[in-house]
C-alpha cells in the first residue's frame, strides 16, 4: 500500500511510511554520491575510469604509452598512477584546439 503525503500516518501503516521514507532516502542518497563523483572537477582517475570518461576509450596500452611519452597530463601515487578530472578536460580542449 503506498501512503501519499496527505495520507495521515497512523500506527497501522507506520511499517509502509517507514519503509517508503527508507526507499527515498535511500535513492536520494545514491543520486547525491552519483552527482558529486560526476560534478568534482579535482577527482582522481584511475586508468579504467579514465578510459570510460574519454570520448573513444583507448586502450589501457595507449594510456600507459601516453604516460611514458609523457603526453597525458597524471599523478603517481606510490605506484598507481592517477588522472585529475580538471587536467584531462584542459588536456582534451588543449587537443582540440590545436
Known amino acids: ?3 501519499t503525503m496527505t495520507d495521515k500516518v ?9 519503509e517508503q521514507l527508507r526507499e527515498k532516502i535511500d535513492l536520494l542518497l545514491s543520486q547525491s554520491a552519483q552527482t ?10 584511475t586508468v579504467e575510469e ?13 594510456v600507459y ?4 611519452d609523457r603526453l ?9 598512477l592517477y588522472f585529475r578530472k580538471s587536467a ?6 588543449n587537443g582540440r584546439q590545436a
Open 1 to 3: 500500500m503506498l501512503i
Open 10 to 18: 497512523t500506527f497501522d501503516n507506520l511499517p509502509q511510511a517507514v
Open 36 to 45: 558529486q563523483s560526476h560534478d568534482d572537477p579535482h577527482k582522481l582517475m
Open 50 to 62: 579514465l578510459r570510460s570518461f574519454l570520448p573513444e576509450q583507448p586502450a589501457r596500452q595507449t
Open 65 to 68: 604509452g601516453w604516460v611514458n
Open 72 to 80: 597525458i597530463p597524471y599523478e603517481k601515487h606510490g605506484k598507481r
Open 88 to 93: 584531462i578536460v584542459r588536456w582534451l580542449d
